[in-house]
């Protein structure tokens, strides 16, 4: 099916974009906030379909189309579904990443139903799992610094000059000054944390698992002043993350995504990268404090090895999907540095077989080696027996599909959810038979601190 293309002018902060579509349904942006990585922002919104799961009821545009029982072990129902709606696109032609196609989420409840057989409970703050067909898009190339507006040829005229006027005023989007400011809490105790990180080291020891990615939830209200797209955009100035999000379900419930992680991707020609992030670290105040720990980060044994271990299980992940002998490991324990912390950033690429397509690739990665820890199935059984909270729509993956069969989905962490008046986070790392309590507690806080008052 034929694209309609139209080029408006380009915005430096495309959150004035976003603004401008807050009275419409299910708006979104997948925003490469990021100066140096990533190239493209899409935004836009009032998918034709939707997909949700809440609980064990999956529903297509509101209307129920599965119920599941607590003894049902396979989300194969809901992958099912998620083509269903992919084999309903028109191919289309296009250089640009999303020439309208499937993009949402996938919660981390959705992967431990797919690992251990255990179907999400009804999760009061997010659907377990979300997924809209769009059939426009606002493609703005950073690079480029060009701007443009694809439809479907088949959306009514009268829809494409509303949403083209949409996009035509706006001043009144301005971002306004920053005053909101976040008191997030920890949701577990000191003492149970400190009890969770002897019991892991325990089960380590007993050769249980290599690692495991152990995360709290903080908790606290959510500024009446600075909501949904307004927390984004005052949030979004204060740090970067390349594969950054936002999603608004309704007026209550939103999703703020600051994510650094590439789950993995797949371009037109069937080429895969994957790109976990393991081992972390602060940022200095001053230059010289800063170099001095990027330089402690990429000599740190624990944190390579435990980049080493993600690794592995990736190329494992990879392997079920990709042409034989095509799995490559590129870059290793590779620093990139954020607003508030030093990463080691791995890449894993391989090239897709011809009988499968990227949602194959998705589901035999899905949820991320680096969020789990390995063996991933036991890792994931330890995490649901330690962690207090369901990490819910956190170390999911947000996701889109393009028409053109471009695919990214990123890893959900650094992740808001705003549940009316009620904003949820988490913040965790990898902990190994070496591992200190204290190390790894404040690590977490680390994670969060541009999203909270926490301090890294």
Same mark, same amino acid.
Not at 363 to 384: D, E, L, N, V, W
Not at 402 to 416: E, K, M, V, Y
């Given at each position: 099916?034929?694209?309609?293309?139209?080029?408006?002018?380009?915005?430096?902060?495309?959150?004035?974009?976003?603004?401008?579509?807050?009275?419409?349904?299910?708006?979104?942006?997948?925003?490469? &906030?990021?100066?140096?990585?990533?190239?493209?922002?899409?935004?836009?919104? &009032?998918?034709?379909?939707?997909?949700?799961?809440?609980?064990?009821?999956?529903?297509?545009?509101?209307?129920?189309?599965?119920?599941?029982?607590?003894?049902?072990?396979?989300? +194969?129902?809901?992958?099912?579904?998620?083509?269903?709606?992919?084999?309903?696109?028109?191919?289309?032609?296009?250089?640009?990443?999303?020439?309208?196609?499937?993009?949402?989420?996938?919660? !981390? +409840?959705?992967?431990?139903?797919?690992?251990?057989?255990?179907?999400?409970?009804?999760?009061? /703050?997010?659907?377990?799992?979300?997924?809209?067909?769009?059939?426009?898009?606002?493609?703005?190339?950073?690079?480029?610094?060009?701007?443009?507006?694809?439809?479907?040829?088949?959306? %009514?005229?009268?829809?494409? &000059?509303?949403?083209?006027?949409?996009?035509?005023?706006?001043?009144?989007?301005?971002?306004?000054?920053?005053?909101?400011?976040?008191?997030?809490?920890?949701?577990?105790?000191?003492?149970? !944390?400190?009890?969770?990180?002897? @019991?892991?080291?325990?089960?380590?020891?007993?050769? +249980?698992? !290599?690692?495991?990615?152990?995360?709290?939830?903080?908790?606290?209200?959510?500024?009446?002043?600075?909501?949904?797209?307004?927390?984004?955009?005052?949030?979004?100035?204060?740090?970067?993350?390349?594969?950054?999000?936002?999603?608004?379900?309704?007026?209550?419930?939103?999703?703020? %995504?600051?994510?650094?992680?590439?789950?993995? %991707?797949?371009?037109?020609?069937?080429?895969?990268?994957?790109?976990?992030?393991?081992?972390?670290?602060?940022?200095?105040?001053?230059? @010289?404090? +800063?170099?001095?720990?990027?330089?402690?980060?990429?000599?740190?044994?624990?944190?390579?090895?435990?980049?080493?271990?993600?690794?592995?299980?990736?190329?494992?992940?990879?392997?079920?999907?990709?042409?034989?002998?095509?799995?490559?490991?590129?870059?290793?324990?590779?620093?990139?540095?954020?607003?508030?912390?030093?990463?080691?950033?791995?890449?894993?690429?391989?090239?897709?077989?011809?009988?499968?397509?990227?949602?194959?690739?998705?589901?035999?990665?899905?949820?991320?080696?680096? /969020?789990?820890?390995?063996?991933?199935?036991?890792?994931?059984?330890?995490?649901?027996?330690?962690?207090?909270?369901?990490?819910?729509?956190?170390?999911?993956?947000?996701?889109?599909?393009?028409? &053109?069969?471009?695919?990214?989905?990123?890893?959900?962490?650094?992740?808001?959810?705003?549940?009316?008046?009620?904003?949820?986070?988490?913040?965790?790392?990898?902990?190994?038979?070496? %591992?200190?309590?204290?190390?790894?507690?404040?690590?977490?806080?680390?994670?969060?601190?541009?999203?909270?008052?926490?301090?890294?």
């Amino acid at each position: 099916m034929p694209l309609e293309i139209h080029h408006i002018p380009y915005q430096s902060d495309p959150g004035v974009w976003l603004s401008a579509l807050a009275d419409e349904p299910y708006p979104l942006m997948l925003d490469s &906030n990021d100066p140096n990585l990533g190239r493209y922002h899409i935004i836009t919104a &009032n998918p034709s379909q939707w997909l949700t799961l809440n609980g064990t009821q999956l529903s297509c545009n509101g209307a129920s189309v599965g119920h599941f029982t607590q003894s049902d072990a396979s989300p +194969d129902i809901c992958w099912q579904a998620i083509d269903a709606l992919r084999q309903s696109l028109d191919p289309a032609k296009s250089e640009l990443p999303f020439p309208g196609g499937l993009a949402g989420f996938l919660g !981390y +409840d959705f992967g431990v139903w797919e690992h251990l057989g255990t179907p999400p409970a009804r999760d009061s /703050i997010a659907p377990a799992l979300w997924v809209g067909r769009y059939d426009w898009a606002l493609i703005a190339d950073k690079k480029q610094r060009k701007s443009h507006l694809l439809f479907d040829s088949d959306l %009514s005229a009268t829809f494409r &000059n509303r949403i083209r006027d949409l996009f035509t005023e706006l001043s009144v989007h301005q971002r306004s000054p920053v005053t909101a400011s976040l008191n997030l809490s920890p949701d577990t105790a000191w003492p149970e !944390y400190q009890q969770a990180i002897e @019991q892991i080291k325990t089960y380590i020891a007993q050769g +249980d698992s !290599y690692q495991i990615n152990f995360t709290q939830r903080f908790s606290g209200i959510c500024p009446t002043l600075s909501r949904g797209i307004a927390l984004y955009r005052d949030l979004r100035s204060k740090q970067t993350g390349p594969f950054s999000a936002f999603l608004g379900l309704n007026d209550d419930n939103q999703i703020l %995504s600051f994510s650094p992680e590439r789950l993995v %991707s797949c371009d037109q020609e069937g080429l895969v990268l994957a790109q976990p992030i393991k081992g972390t670290i602060r940022r200095g105040e001053r230059p @010289q404090d +800063d170099q001095q720990l990027a330089q402690a980060l990429s000599a740190s044994e624990k944190d390579i090895a435990e980049n080493l271990m993600i690794v592995d299980l990736l190329r494992n992940d990879l392997s079920k999907v990709c042409q034989p002998h095509s799995v490559s490991v590129p870059k290793l324990f590779e620093l990139q540095s954020f607003s508030t912390v030093h990463h080691l950033v791995s890449s894993i690429k391989g090239r897709l077989c011809p009988d499968k397509q990227p949602l194959d690739l998705l589901r035999a990665c899905f949820p991320g080696g680096s /969020i789990t820890g390995a063996p991933k199935k036991r890792a994931m059984q330890i995490i649901q027996e330690l962690e207090q909270n369901n990490r819910s729509v956190y170390c999911g993956s947000m996701f889109y599909l393009g028409r &053109n069969n471009c695919f990214d989905a990123s890893i959900t962490i650094r992740t808001l959810i705003r549940h009316k008046d009620n904003l949820y986070c988490w913040g965790g790392g990898g902990i190994t038979i070496g %591992s200190e309590a204290e190390a790894e507690y404040q690590e977490s806080l680390d994670k969060i601190a541009r999203l909270t008052n926490h301090r890294a």
